[in-house]
């Protein structure tokens, strides 16, 4: 696959993720840090058929937010049905630092790293 | 530039930093307005106090309690029903307001004396009440009345009283946000765990930052029990002080309000391990992902989706009426602090309009970041706007409705702009599924009034038609429809009861089998 459809294809995801969820945004980047890592590698591994710890209630939390977006990628978006798993992957990785980005590293909200609340 | 400037504004350089215009391409990362900053001087803001904030949106909706303001009468009155937190109990908490009316005199020798009496007074005066929340004012807090102890006092001499005391001064915050926060905080420190309560299910939530307007709350408990989940607690809206002493019981925190809320879960998670799970109960897409995703923590999804599946059938017709004769309307979504990300995708893709800008008065950064998230490019965003950069945003946009408060909906009236009032409603409940079809209905009968239509003529100047006869809604709305859709069997008015709430407090719920223990909860 080329780079710029893969671009294309993540631009994509981010968009869904930003008009329809809202755990990308809990209100401190360590918060932030916690919920992009936990909910998108819990749906990669959705998307990858891989087993998901789903036990802790924390990671239940994690697990019920991935389920829901595994499925909306999968219903909305055909092509990630022709991606094999290797791909899938990468696609899955670009959209995790993506969001990091948007959410955390290159956010310009300034209250993400205020100690108390 | 994505940053905006409002002409009206150009004397006050600094509000330009608190405006954007999502533009073609851009991200979060260009630009995000400031926010939950002090109130510039010279720019007449539409916030409310601190105090306003801890009592009117948070304290007040808990139904059962004796609310009393320690301070100038005024403090009290001039906030009081601002908001249409129903109860269960016939309104109790919304039908009295009470204050200690602090006077000059008191500045100078203090006021304990005066608290003490009032307290025993309003216990006296309602006998079946035994729970109360004091609320510190600019006044009391200035004169550094010890309002702790005078209540420490009150329940060691009245056995079976309990008293919360709400330390959130006018000043306490830039906005009644911070008041918002103080009284969250402040619930967890002194009240959560002081209370066992009795769990009768193996589903048990707290349901976080609800307060009841108009009946949100009772709808969305009405899907829970009908999940066969126990909601121990609902924070605040129609909730009982004791529940709320019990919180810390619960296995999950749904929350729905982050802005009011968020701390009061993340505190929770941190104290009692309890995990906090968003939600949002307006628009049908996203409430069936909310219950949907209630339904996975705790293994019952196909409860969840039966409820989906029913309500969608019933309701989803009567939606779609209404989108077909909202599309492309232009709306401006100018709330307090969080409905505009909750609404401003959902309303977009369920209901066909266009939100052309949104606002919030005392949202925070992070409000900021999902609202624009989830408008269009094109939408401007402005926080903590004054009333001049309102009207000069109506004049650019043009906007066929907006959703705001009474203060800046009845500016938005003269320039004969309809407003729906975003915090108390109209005919709501607006949440849930049959919830967002009065939403609907409710913008469709705004944009479409026929008496609104007069106000555009200005009698001075206009020509006033005498050959027309009397409009409706629908010769209205319908003129440019498509005979398949105005004759179509599959579309229909939203055809449910005036009071949805009434018959949903006397429901009884199916008992249902013991369900599997998960071993997580
Ligand atoms: S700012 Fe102070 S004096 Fe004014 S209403 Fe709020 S608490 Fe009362």
Known sequence: ?117 | MPYHLFKCSECIPERKKHAVIKGHGETLADALPLGYLNTIPGTISERGCAYCGAKHVIGTPMKDVIHMSHGPVGCTYDTWQTKRYISDNDNFQLKYTYATDMKEKHIVFGAEKLLKQNIIEAFRAFPNIKRMTIYQTCASALIGDDINAVAQEVMEEMPGVDIFVCNSPGFGGPSQSGGHHKINIAWIKQKVGTVEPKITSDYVINYVGEYNIQGDQEVMLDYFKRMGIQVLSSFTGNGSYDDLRAMHRAHLNVLECARSAEYICNELRVKYGTPRLDIDGFGFEPLAASLRKVGLFFGIEDRAQAIIAEETARWKPELDWYKERLKGKKVCLWPGGSKLWHWAHAIHEEMGVEVVSVYTKFGHQGDMEKGISRCEEGALAIDDPNELEGLEAMEMLKPDIIFTGKRPGEVAKKIRVPYLNAHAYHNGPWKGFEGWVRFARDIYNAIYSPLHQLSYLDISKDEIPTDKGFLTQRMLSDANLSEEIVSSSNLREYTGKYDIISDLRGKTYPDFPAPKQLSAV
């Open chain 1, 1 to 117: 696959m080329t780079e710029d459809l893969m671009k294309e294809r993540i631009a994509q995801l981010v968009d869904y993720i930003m008009k329809k969820c809202l755990w990308q945004f809990h209100s401190r980047a360590w918060d932030r840090e916690r919920q992009n890592a936990g909910i998108l590698t819990k749906t990669m591994q959705i998307l990858c058929e891989e087993p998901v710890e789903n036990q802790t209630p924390a990671d239940r939390c994690y697990w019920v937010d991935a389920v829901c977006l595994a499925d909306g990628f999968r219903q909305k978006y055909p092509w990630l049905d022709s991606m094999d798993k290797a791909e899938i992957k990468i696609l899955m990785q670009g959209l995790k630092d993506r969001i990091d980005f948007l959410t955390i590293t290159g956010s310009l909200n300034e209250e993400l790293t205020v100690p108390l609340y």
